[in-house]
């Protein structure tokens, strides 16, 4: 069965001859026939078909296909086919329906029932409806929230330039729904202890609370979106925030991010403004440039769409709105680990590497990582306790950890660092960590030697130098564990 009317009938194209005027059709205007006349009375003249197109100011294919004898009238294309009214509505019906917006699926459909139309007659008749789609989809009403109701969430990621090396971060961006007024920072993550500190750091900026928050369906915040019913079901741990302040949390709809519209900007504008460009020592000093540039730049920059300065604004209506913080503060991030602990003294926790009393080295410890501290348990006592560290690779040293395990090292050695300064590791007494040369000299060469000599852990000696084939690598009982301090890396002060 065929959807279309053969309209080849409409106009019956046949062979013209070279004999002037006598195919030419009747009612031609005289313009047009005076046209033909001069055209072929030039070629009759021996005058090249160029020279005819630049003399009567036409195009040269135009002169030639009518001295080929064309019709100067209207051409209809032999052949031409139009899908029937029948088979239009169908389509549209289809396309509206089953085939969701697909033309391809409509001539599926079609040849499914017996149908048979060309792909590209099915696509004009479809494009209405295919132009009335998209303008839908991309005409958006802007909504306006009052003061203190809604801050809006998301994050970005960005390669930028730590410490000599290409990082890559991810920026949390929180914008007053109102006010314009933003908070960013800096994760190597974007998992839900990110999104719940970042959240908690906004409001903290802020100085309250907003009635809802307002996100994207990121997976480490909402488990299922049903596009449908428009229901949503979100991860405990973000509930249970939203739930303890008293927030109402709110999904964009999925594959809708213009719903967020004002901190989808805002991401841009941390990225393009207070990030362009820019290298840093370490993760610390990118926190320490974003608070400045929120302070100086961000906050007291005339917003386009207001055309207000967001603290302004801010200060003169949204900051009373907001609801009062929690007091005293609430936990936000509390991450529990498993971990066991290297015989180097130290634990791993998102690649930073903590340390621990040396005794417990192979003993499998609780981690709880807070917003600021790490803190080690063992059998529900605690054993260390650090200031968090945010440098990837980084490395956090308690000197009291490695106490009794160190040799006089004649001053200390400066553990490296990589964006803040080291911490000095005061060094236990060499009494009682040493052993006379005697000993070794008796050892290794069967002569004695004088027992004012003192041969050190690192090899230095106290009076004639001594090389040995050997050294002890441990103090005292092999089992107590290496002589040290660790791997090298990012040295922060313990937190006693």
Not at 20 to 37: R, V
Not at 399 to 406: D, I, Q, R
């Amino acid at each position: 069965m065929e959807g279309w009317m053969d309209c080849s009938g409409l106009n019956d194209c046949s062979e013209f001859t070279m004999d002037p005027l006598q195919t030419l059709q009747e009612g031609l205007t005289t313009m047009e026939l005076e046209l033909i006349l001069q055209i072929r009375t030039l070629a009759d003249a021996g005058v090249g078909i160029k020279a005819i197109a630049r003399q009567l100011d036409l195009a040269p294919n135009t002169v030639r296909r009518y001295l080929r004898g064309a019709d100067p009238g209207p051409h209809p294309r032999p052949n031409a086919r139009r899908l029937s009214p029948e088979l239009v509505q169908l389509a549209q019906h289809l396309y509206r329906t089953v085939a969701g917006g697909n033309a391809v699926v409509v001539q599926q459909e079609l040849m499914a029932r017996g149908w048979v139309a060309p792909l590209r007659s099915l696509q004009r008749v479809l494009e209405p409806l295919r132009r009335d789609d998209q303008i839908k989809s991309l005409a958006t009403l802007r909504f306006e929230t009052e003061p203190g109701r809604q801050l809006q969430l998301d994050f970005g990621e960005k390669v930028v330039p730590i410490g000599g090396q290409p990082i890559k971060i991810a920026i949390f961006v929180a914008t007053l729904g109102f006010s314009r007024r933003l908070f960013c920072r800096a994760f190597l993550s974007q998992r839900q202890d990110d999104w719940l500190e970042g959240l908690e750091r906004a409001f903290q900026r802020f100085g309250g609370l907003t009635e809802e928050v307002l996100c994207d369906n990121a997976s480490p915040l909402v488990s299922s979106h049903d596009r449908a019913s428009g229901v949503v079901r979100w991860r405990a741990g973000f509930a249970a925030y939203c739930l303890d302040r008293g927030l109402v949390p709110r999904a964009c709809k999925p594959y809708r991010a213009r719903t967020k519209g004002k901190v989808e900007r805002g991401v841009g504008y941390v990225k393009n403004n207070a990030l362009a460009g820019r290298e840093f020592t370490c993760l610390v000093a990118v926190h320490d440039h974003l608070d400045w540039w929120m302070d100086e730049v961000a906050d007291v920059r005339l917003h386009g769409t207001i055309q207000e300065r967001p603290i302004d604004r801010f200060l003169a209506l949204e900051r009373a709105a907001l609801r009062p913080l929690p007091h005293p503060g609430l936990a936000v991030r509390t991450q529990r680990l498993s971990r066991k602990v290297s015989t180097d003294c130290f634990l791993d926790v998102n690649t930073v590497r903590y340390s621990v009393p040396h005794r417990f080295i192979r003993e499998v410890v609780d981690v709880v990582v807070g917003l600021e501290t790490v803190e080690v348990y063992r059998r529900g006592e605690r054993i260390a306790q650090h200031r968090r560290c945010d440098q990837p690779h980084g490395v956090v040293r308690d000197p009291a950890h490695f106490a009794g395990l160190y040799r006089g090292l004649g001053g200390g050695e400066a553990a490296a660092t990589v964006g803040v300064p080291s911490v000095p590791i005061a060094l236990p007494a060499t009494a009682g960590f040493a052993r006379p040369l005697s000993e070794y000299a008796l050892l290794v060469e069967g002569k004695e030697v004088p027992d004012d000599h003192t041969q050190f852990a690192d090899g230095r000696s106290c009076g004639h130098e001594f090389e040995t084939s050997s050294v002890d690598t441990y103090a005292g009982d092999p089992g107590r564990g290496p002589v040290g301090g660790g791997p090298e890396g990012v040295v922060l002060p313990g937190v006693g």
